[in-house]
């Protein structure tokens, strides 16, 4: 059986070596209740300190700050609601106003949407071409007293990177306070709290090579937010449920990995995707167009558009590669994602978007064989 290509880094990662071998001993012999205060307990306990430790190395913050969850979904739901809740306390929810953007991951578009019935103000932000904010559309929302700003550090489709920076001073300057969804970026460019001058960031596990089923949520110190979810004591009062310590073990390994990786690891990447888009360029020209911001992207993404194809009809006549598109496909209809809707694509470019993602375990020999397939499986179907 020929070995399938993996171009689908984005979507999830394959768990690295080295964070299966760390996860072992407290899926055997490791079992005890980090919360017990018996020799079992303290060994759980040390574990997850230790892990905590990992990932806000990684994160350039203190590991007080560092919330685990059960993914980058719950992480960015108790980053929304959590600031929502607190201020409703307070607040009518009129007063409770959350500024986001029109190409966010559903953990963004859905918590803002559930606030949004019970009353809250949300406000959109749009993005140019590139998938870039419109800082001024967000200056002018900011007007109004906000709550909290809500954007994506990258995008998961086309790769485009938020200035989140600037976003933050322009927020701040305001008063708001400040969530990135950082899913995306961790692990493959520098992603650093005090530089991205942000109150609040979440990473889901399963996109740096860790386990699906953990992530975790960057909380400011002194920052204060209603726990998502009620019970014990546990994570400090911020999230209840016994700890799941072999998959904290699993993405504090997987951050400490990623944090001894960078920046080779950016520029890895960055060769891999510009290799795989100068060998489809060669072969078909302007017959495929770059989705996104040219170089303000993630290192590993990807989008092209298959000009006269569909694409997701094109992978499927190329089983040999395992990768995603931005559109789809019902009885006949093709239609966009909102994020490429939101960019304004036109849906006859549209409906050709073929999203390749690479990453840590892909060899310069698979990206030319994939391209090598899709410039031969494009010019024979056309």
């Not at 980090?34 to 913050?61: C, F, I, K, M």
């Not at 990995?257 to 990447?269: C, F, I």
């Not at 993404?301 to 997701?312: D, E, K, P, Q």
Request: hydrophobic letters at 40%.
């Amino acid at each position: 059986m020929t070995r399938v290509i993996y171009l689908d880094y984005n979507a999830t990662t394959p768990l690295d070596p080295a964070v299966v071998d760390a996860m072992q001993p407290y899926l055997r012999e490791h079992f005890g209740n980090p919360s017990s205060r018996h020799a079992y307990g303290r060994v759980a306990q040390e574990a997850v300190e230790r892990s905590r430790a990992q990932v806000a190395d990684l994160l350039g913050t203190e590991p007080d700050a560092v919330v685990f969850t059960s993914g980058g979904t719950e992480a960015s739901n108790h980053a929304i609601k959590g600031i929502a809740f607190a201020a409703l306390a307070k607040s009518a929810p009129a007063d409770v106003h959350v500024v986001t953007s029109t190409i966010e991951h559903p953990a963004t578009v859905e918590p803002c949407a559930f606030l949004e019935r019970l009353g809250c103000r949300i406000t959109r932000v749009p993005v140019d071409r590139e998938g870039l904010v419109d800082l001024d559309a967000l200056a002018r929302a900011l007007r109004e007293p906000t709550t909290l700003v809500t954007i994506m550090h990258a995008n998961n489709e086309v790769g485009t990177i938020q200035p989140i920076a600037e976003i933050a001073q322009l927020a701040h300057a305001h008063g708001a306070l400040v969530h990135t969804d950082a899913a995306q970026s961790t692990g493959k460019i520098s992603v650093d709290v005090g530089e991205l001058d942000v109150d609040l960031l979440s990473i889901a596990g399963h996109k740096v090579y860790a386990p699906k089923g953990v992530g975790a949520l960057h909380v400011r110190p002194g920052l204060a937010l209603e726990p998502l979810i009620h019970g014990a004591g546990h994570e400090g009062g911020r999230r209840a449920g016994t700890e799941n310590v072999s998959y904290m073990v699993a993405l504090g390994t997987a951050c400490a990995v990623a944090r001894r990786s960078l920046p080779e690891a950016t520029e890895r990447l960055r060769q891999l995707r510009d290799r795989l888009w100068s060998r489809l360029r060669r072969g078909l020209g302007d017959a495929v167009v770059l989705n996104g911001h040219a170089t303000q992207r993630l290192p590993n993404t990807l989008s092209v558009n298959f000009v006269g194809h569909v694409g997701a009809d094109l992978l499927d006549r190329i089983p040999e590669i395992a990768a995603s598109t931005g559109s789809a496909c019902h009885e006949g209809q093709v239609t966009l994602s909102p994020v490429l809707e939101a960019m304004r694509l036109p849906p006859d470019i549209g409906r050709g978007v073929v999203r390749l993602s690479v990453g840590r375990f892909t060899t310069t020999e698979e990206g030319d064989r994939a391209a090598d397939l899709l410039v031969a499986t494009a010019t024979r179907s056309l």
